[in-house]
């Protein structure tokens, strides 16, 4: 009965020995994937740490670099401007200079008329006395004729004068008209509207390239004659880069329909009626600068308007 006994706890402790073996290798197994598991999550926490630190360095070298960059697109502006003013202080000089010209040739004029009046004078004179004496009367029609011949030559002398003093009237206004702004008076800015609106619909980017108020001011009435016109302006204005166009610059897509071309046609002739330089140029030449202060501009449509500082 003992040994009985004895047989059956035996065989009861073997099994829970087997069992208990069993749940101690399952423990050990999931003792191992919880390491595991720790260790992939501290690498992961620290490889995902180093990246944050590389990604804010790199944003601090891009915002450094994007800050130089800027720095010295401003200095080039400004060398650009003392450039321009420099440019206008010699031409103010030339049309001072040119003035200083024609009123020296208006006194030549004056000199000569004067010289003329005196001349006929003396004529008058020589011929008083030919008629109060027939005496000496080859000697006095040799003066008289040499006395008309100064006439002539004062008469001359004024012409040349007169002729010097209009050349240097003509070089005064042309280098005042380079000197004026352009300008639309209401009367063009109404003819523009009325060329330009039978394309109403048409889609134009319009870049507008320096910051001087002669700029700002021809490139207002311009989009503001669009607008009217019922044409899609997008317009952004250039930062910096001020003297890189010249004029007005009108490009076309390459792929662009007839409709398009006819528009960018109608608009260059309405430009240029209301006595603006400008002209068609090669679309892909076209580049918006790195820096703009985007209002509208898209880059999207297909034709391309650049407006830069008067050529």
């Not at 020296?104 to 003396?122: D, G, P, Q, R």
């Not at 669009?226 to 952004?236: D, E, H, S, Y």
């Amino acid at each position: 009965m003992e040994r009985g006994e004895i047989g059956g706890l035996t065989s009861n402790v073997e099994r829970l020995q087997g069992s208990t073996q069993v749940w101690n290798s399952w423990y050990l197994r999931f003792v191992f994937v919880a390491v595991v598991l720790t260790a992939a999550t501290f690498v992961s926490q620290y490889v995902a740490t180093k990246r944050s630190r590389e990604l804010a360095d790199a944003e601090s070298l891009l915002s450094s670099a994007k800050d130089r960059a800027l720095a010295t697109q401003l200095k080039d502006r400004d060398v650009q401007i003392s450039d321009l003013n420099r440019e206008s202080d010699s031409l103010r000089l030339a049309v001072a200079d040119a003035n200083a010209r024609a009123a020296s040739a208006e006194a030549l004029v004056a000199s000569a008329n004067a010289a003329s009046k005196s001349a006929v004078a003396k004529v008058s004179e020589a011929e008083a006395r030919i008629a109060e004496a027939q005496r000496g009367a080859a000697e006095a029609s040799a003066k008289a004729e040499q006395f008309r011949l100064d006439i002539a030559q004062a008469n001359e002398r004024a012409a040349s004068a007169n002729l010097t003093a209009e050349k240097e009237r003509i070089a005064r206004l042309q280098l005042e008209a380079r000197l004026a702004d352009r300008i639309l008076t209401s009367g063009q800015q109404t003819e523009m509207t009325e060329r330009l609106r039978p394309l109403a619909g048409t889609v134009v980017d319009v870049m507008t390239w320096g910051d001087t108020s002669e700029v700002q001011m021809i490139s207002s009435l311009i989009l503001s004659s669009l607008a009217k016109a019922g044409w899609i302006v997008q317009p952004a204005q250039a930062v910096g880069g001020g003297a890189a166009v010249r004029g007005i610059l009108v490009g076309i897509r390459a792929d662009a329909n007839e409709n398009t071309i006819r528009a960018s046609r109608a608009l260059i002739s309405a430009l240029q009626a209301a006595g603006l330089d400008a002209g068609p140029w090669a679309f892909d030449q076209l580049q918006s600068p790195g820096a703009t202060m985007n209002r509208g501009y898209k880059g999207d449509a297909p034709i391309r308007m650049f407006i830069g500082s008067k050529l």
